[in-house]
């Protein structure tokens, strides 16, 4: 049986709520109904004072409730931005942030977009399946969660390989990928999201990718998954993508070569 649409899955959850909300009312004015015909009148009468009191406050923290729970399931439907927000979330939360929030719904449009509604449901479904088996908190919580079981770790990299050769005409992939996360974050926040931005985007997304890739027998894995000359494919998309990336951890490698070097002169003319 195929997956309802996420907006299909969004009126389900709350017309379940509203029920829930209905229930819970008559089943509390039952339970005080109750109590009040156990007490003598005097002590009925002062007991309905606080009963109201305390009814009123209950249901009005009900009210609130649903409607936060209705809020937070509509976004939770959206699995695949989800998984990829898990990514991507230190460039618009934290102390080290560069980008506004609006940027979620910017990357949201770009997959709607850049895949169409059939198969970015098909991949939300997939998300899905892998945020329901892990049922963890945090982004950290969920990469160890997501690293420490290999079957999962090839079902995450299938997703995130599977946006990557969205790139595969790099230039434009890129422009696509800026002018519709411009326009939105543009609409939400009047942000406008470049090409620095991009390739900070790019790199938190994929950087993961291109470590993998440098395992053979990963390598091997993606040519037999996805067919002969894949990781070629993949190698080269990650290499534009993620040049500034690569150029700044060469030189992180040259210097620490050059202070191993340096130690070693200085530990020799002891």
Do not use: C
């Not at 109750?34 to 249901?59: D, N």
């Amino acid at each position: 049986m195929a997956t309802p649409p996420v907006q299909e899955q969004a009126s389900t959850a709350e017309t379940a709520l509203a029920t829930y909300k209905r229930v819970t009312r008559e089943l509390f004015h039952q339970l005080l109904a109750t109590f009040q015909e156990m007490l003598p009148p005097e002590k009925a009468t002062q007991f309905g004072r606080i009963g109201e009191e305390l009814r009123s406050s209950i249901l009005d923290k009900l009210d609130a409730i649903a409607a936060t729970a209705t809020v937070r399931d509509s976004r939770r439907n959206r699995f695949l931005l989800r998984l990829v927000l898990s990514r991507v979330s230190p460039l618009f939360s934290g102390k080290q942030a560069i980008l506004p929030r609006s940027l979620i719904e910017g990357l949201d449009s770009y997959l709607i977009k850049a895949f169409g509604p059939i198969i970015y449901e098909e991949l939300n479904n997939e998300a899905d399946q892998i945020l329901w088996n892990l049922a963890v908190g945090d982004d950290h919580q969920l990469w160890d969660a997501i690293n420490r079981s290999p079957p999962v770790k090839r079902f995450v990299d299938t997703i995130f390989i599977r946006i990557l050769f969205r790139f595969e005409n790099f230039a434009a992939g890129k422009k696509t990928f800026i002018s519709i996360v411009d326009r939105t974050m543009q609409d939400k926040s009047g942000v406008s999201f470049t090409e620095e931005h991009f390739f900070a985007v790019f790199e938190a997304m994929f950087s993961d990718l291109w470590v993998e890739a440098q395992n053979e027998g990963q390598r091997i894995r993606w040519d037999f998954l996805f067919g002969d000359g894949t990781s070629a494919k993949i190698l080269e998309i990650l290499k534009l993508g993620l040049a500034r990336w690569l150029k700044r951890k060469a030189g992180g490698s040259i210097l620490a070569t050059g202070r191993a070097a340096a130690a070693r002169r200085e530990e020799a003319q002891r």
